[in-house]
């Protein structure tokens, strides 16, 4: 099964905001991580707008070329959010609890004592054709639930993984390994994120099955930064003194 890598882009936006420039330029960055191979962009926009603002958002919607790429918005249902992406119209809408205050997202849906919340509103995305994701932990019966009130996919929030990993891996994999298989015997795609990183990914993907999609940022920027440098330190030094 081929797992589509969609990079998250928020980190891009908050380096940007932290000058008040289009630099590094978030468009741009979607573009080229595009041209190297990644399959999707994801974007969490919050709130405050503190890295991903409405306007990218849009600005994305129009530009992305959805045929090759998938776009995938991440956020909590507010009325304003869902206003949002049923106008721009992304590949996949992935709904998170966590408040607009949040740092960032640290659980899943309890789908059980959110059911109605969750069906009326997978309902009206779902009048709007879009795909829809909840962000679950591994409860079997609340992926049961997300099934039942109509969600596409679960996204796996892989904090907890990705904690345990180092401790051990194979205690860390089992409530994924079962979840997932439970999710194919139910009928709802699966997708992860949070924290997957070089050292804990392969693992992931090779005990979970059917998994369609990861979502990586963090890391993945992280990992930019320190393997670009050791090319970016003699760049300057060539300018200065050649
Ligand atoms: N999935 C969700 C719902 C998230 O909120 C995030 C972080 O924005 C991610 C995936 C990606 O996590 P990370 O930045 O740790 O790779």
């Known amino acids: 099964m081929h797992t589509k890598l969609s990079v998250n882009i928020n980190k891009i936006a908050l380096l ?14 979607a573009k080229d991580a595009i041209r190297y191979g990644a399959e999707g962009i994801t974007i969490h926009p919050r709130e405050d707008e503190r890295h991903i603002k409405r306007v990218d ?26 206003k949002m992406v049923c106008k721009i119209k992304p590949t996949q809408v992935t709904l998170v609890p966590d408040l607009p205050d949040a740092l960032t ?5 309890d789908t059980i004592q959110q059911e ?16 829809v994701a909840l962000f679950m932990e591994t409860d079997f019966k609340k992926l049961e ?18 904690e345990d990993f180092a401790d051990n891996k194979e205690r860390a994999i089992k409530p994924f390994e079962s979840a ?27 005990h979970v099955p059917n998994l369609l999609e990861v979502s990586i940022g963090h890391a993945l920027v992280r990992d930019c930064l320190y393997l670009g440098l050791e090319n970016v330190i003699p760049m300057y030094k060539r300018l200065l003194n050649d």
């Open 16 to 29: 940007r905001n932290s000058r008040g420039s289009n630099i590094p330029d978030v468009l741009q960055f």
């Open 57 to 82: 958002a849009f600005e994305l919607g129009a530009f992305l070329p959805t045929d090759v790429c998938e776009y995938n918005i991440e956020g909590y249902p507010s009325a304003e959010f869902i």
């Open 105 to 109: 997202s640290s659980e899943g849906w």
């Open 116 to 131: 109605h919340f969750l069906k009326d509103i997978l309902h009206e995305l779902k009048s709007h054709d879009l795909r």
């Open 145 to 162: 639930m997300a099934k039942q009130i109509g969600a596409d996919r679960i996204e796996f929030y892989t904090g907890q993984y990705a």
């Open 180 to 206: 997932a298989l439970f999710c194919s015997e139910i009928g709802i795609g699966v997708n992860a994120g949070h924290d997957l990183n070089l050292d804990n990914l392969k693992f992931f993907k090779q």
